[in-house]
Structures are given as structure tokens and as C-alpha cells.
């Protein structure tokens, strides 16, 4: 399977109109942050579709659903909802999210916001979510490392927290957003140890106004060849770019010039993805 234009899959954007502060964030002050302005910067790095996944300030999982469904229509199918669940909202209001989810048959995966919200991936209350996402064969993306907000609690949003439940629930795949940065050597471990463990190597960026940005690339390659090596293959690493937190072309570089053989390249630019998430 090639992962060339129309195949490669970027596993992690955020199209929302609940995006905090674009002009502060993005990674250029001019971006065209629509669906039009996405699908050209797909197109001109070949990436075919995309994750559209909900952030952490939607406030139900009404807006979720309505702003997913919205998306995929207006990007001809290229753009794949995904859904956040918060556990600290009570269990009362995780099961009727759920409840609404089910009636979602193109959801693509479920994220989880630990760092950004103060829960262990390991929480009672999440119990139900992962039942959710077995019966249904839904990844659970995870964000791990560092976050946007000032306030969030990183204690929360390391990789070795996930062991716990990657243990118990192994019929759940679970996948370590910004490959735990900077806790990579972590993730590569749980990459290794645990089969249902899956990373993807999106937000490793800054803005490419940032001194020293073209250093950042560099050493950014490196850790994500390092990881491939330590765990021995590639067959669990994901495409990912954050957009619009990073460009969809530089994040496509970094793995183009992976020092790696060309179809671990591939696998990791598309092929898994479409594994994962059954988008053939």
C-alpha cells in the first residue's frame, strides 16, 4: 500500500471554531483556517484525509457531534470526526455523551485531554468510555506532555500513566498524542511493551518564527527516528501534524526525511493510520 497523495492520512488537526486564541497560536498569523484552507494544504502535501478532532474547550458533546458531522460534509469525507470525553464533568454526563455518541456511526476515535483536565487515563470514571470504545473498535487518542494551557497539569499527562490501562483493556488501541514530548523515551517503551499502544509525532513544532526553528526540525527527526529504533519497528507510529499548530507540509517533511527505510516511511505517513482507524 502506497502512502502517496490520496494516501497518506494525517491522524491529528483541530478545525474548530473553538480554538483559543488562532492568532496567538497558529503557526502563521495569516492562515486560512476554514475547510477550504485545510484541504489545499492536504492536497499540496498529498495527505488524502484527516482526524478533525474536538479540543478540550468544546463545551458538550453536542457542539462535538454537530461541528464533526459539519466538517465531513463539507470536506467531501477527508475530514474524520473524532469526539472528546471528560471524566472530571461527573459519571452522570460521561454516560450521556456516550449515549449521544452512539448514534454517531462515523466517529472515528474518542481523545482524552489529561494534563489539560486533572485526570489519570487510569480514572474509574473513564472505565465506562473504554467499554464504549471496545464494543465499537474505536482508538482512544490520548494527549500526552505538554500543553497550550499555562494551567494545565503535566503529572497528569505522562506516557507511563497509560500502562495501567493499556494492561486492562487490551482489546482498546490507545494512542500517545506528540509521541509523550518531552517524555519520548517513555512512549517509546509502551510503544514496545504493550501491542495496543500506538504514537503519533504531531505538535513536536513550535511557530517557524521561533529562533533556533530549523535546529527544533532537526532534533525533532532525530528523537523520532530514535523512537522507531527503540521500539524496532514502525508499524504503531502515526502522521500527525496539530494544525493548526504546525504546517500539514513541514509536518509531512519531518518524516519524509526520517532516516528510515521507505516503507516504514510509508506505514507511518498513511498505511498505519488506515489500519487503525479502518479506513480503507
Given at each position: 500500500?502506497?502512502?502517496?497523495?490520496?494516501?497518506?492520512?494525517?491522524?491529528?488537526?483541530?478545525?474548530?471554531?473553538?480554538?483559543?486564541?488562532?492568532?496567538g497560536t497558529?503557526?502563521?498569523?495569516?492562515?486560512?483556517?476554514?475547510?477550504?484552507?485545510?484541504?489545499?494544504?492536504?492536497?499540496?502535501?498529498g495527505?488524502?484525509s484527516?482526524?478533525?478532532?474536538?479540543?478540550?474547550?468544546?463545551?458538550d458533546?453536542?457542539?462535538?457531534?454537530?461541528?464533526?458531522?459539519?466538517?465531513?460534509?463539507a470536506s467531501?469525507?477527508?475530514?474524520?470526526?473524532?469526539?472528546?470525553v471528560?471524566?472530571?464533568?461527573?459519571?452522570?454526563?460521561?454516560?450521556?455523551?456516550?449515549?449521544?455518541?452512539?448514534?454517531?456511526?462515523?466517529?472515528?476515535a474518542?481523545?482524552?485531554?489529561p494534563?489539560?483536565?486533572?485526570?489519570?487515563?487510569?480514572?474509574?470514571?473513564?472505565?465506562?468510555?473504554y467499554?464504549?470504545?471496545?464494543?465499537?473498535?474505536?482508538?482512544?487518542?490520548i494527549?500526552?506532555?505538554?500543553?497550550l494551557?499555562?494551567?494545565?497539569?503535566?503529572?497528569?499527562?505522562?506516557?507511563?500513566e497509560?500502562?495501567?490501562?493499556a494492561?486492562?483493556?487490551?482489546?482498546?488501541?490507545?494512542?500517545?498524542?506528540?509521541?509523550?514530548?518531552?517524555?519520548?523515551?517513555?512512549?517509546?517503551?509502551?510503544?514496545?511493551?504493550n501491542?495496543?499502544?500506538?504514537?503519533?509525532?504531531?505538535?513536536?513544532?513550535?511557530?517557524?518564527?521561533?529562533?533556533?526553528?530549523?535546529?527544533?526540525?532537526?532534533?525533532?527527526?532525530?528523537?523520532l527516528?530514535?523512537?522507531v529504533m527503540t521500539?524496532?519497528?514502525?508499524?504503531?507510529?502515526?502522521?500527525?501534524?496539530?494544525?493548526?499548530?504546525?504546517s500539514?507540509?513541514?509536518?509531512?517533511?519531518?518524516v519524509?526525511?526520517?532516516?528510515?527505510?521507505?516503507?516504514?516511511?510509508?506505514?507511518?505517513?498513511?498505511?498505519?493510520?488506515?489500519?487503525?482507524?479502518?479506513?480503507?
Amino acid at each position: 500500500m502506497s502512502s502517496g497523495p490520496g494516501g497518506r492520512v494525517d491522524a491529528h488537526v483541530h478545525l474548530t471554531r473553538h480554538w483559543p486564541d488562532l492568532a496567538g497560536t497558529a503557526y502563521r498569523h495569516d492562515l486560512d483556517y476554514t475547510v477550504t484552507g485545510l484541504l489545499r494544504e492536504m492536497d499540496a502535501a498529498g495527505v488524502g484525509s484527516a482526524l478533525a478532532i474536538s479540543v478540550v474547550e468544546t463545551p458538550d458533546v453536542g457542539a462535538s457531534i454537530e461541528e464533526g458531522r459539519a466538517l465531513a460534509k463539507a470536506s467531501g469525507g477527508r475530514l474524520r470526526p473524532v469526539s472528546t470525553v471528560d471524566p472530571t464533568a461527573g459519571t452522570e454526563s460521561v454516560t450521556a455523551a456516550l449515549d449521544a455518541l452512539r448514534q454517531v456511526p462515523e466517529l472515528a476515535a474518542l481523545k482524552l485531554y489529561p494534563g489539560y483536565r486533572p485526570f489519570y487515563p487510569h480514572d474509574a470514571r473513564l472505565d465506562q468510555v473504554y467499554e464504549f470504545a471496545a464494543a465499537r473498535r474505536l482508538p482512544v487518542l490520548i494527549h500526552q506532555g505538554d500543553t497550550l494551557s499555562r494551567h494545565g497539569l503535566l503529572k497528569f499527562a505522562r506516557p507511563i500513566e497509560v500502562d495501567e490501562v493499556a494492561v486492562r483493556w487490551p482489546e482498546v488501541n490507545f494512542v500517545l498524542c506528540h509521541l509523550g514530548n518531552p517524555w519520548i523515551e517513555e512512549t517509546a517503551e509502551l510503544v514496545y511493551k504493550n501491542t495496543n499502544v500506538w504514537t503519533d509525532c504531531s505538535g513536536l513544532l513550535a511557530k517557524p518564527s521561533v529562533p533556533y526553528f530549523h535546529e527544533m526540525f532537526d532534533r525533532a527527526r532525530t528523537v523520532l527516528a530514535q523512537l522507531v529504533m527503540t521500539i524496532g519497528s514502525a508499524d504503531r507510529v502515526l502522521y500527525g501534524s496539530d494544525w493548526p499548530l504546525e504546517s500539514i507540509e513541514t509536518a509531512v517533511a519531518l518524516v519524509e526525511t526520517l532516516p528510515v527505510h521507505e516503507p516504514d516511511r510509508e506505514k507511518i505517513l498513511g498505511a498505519n493510520a488506515r489500519r487503525l482507524f479502518r479506513l480503507e
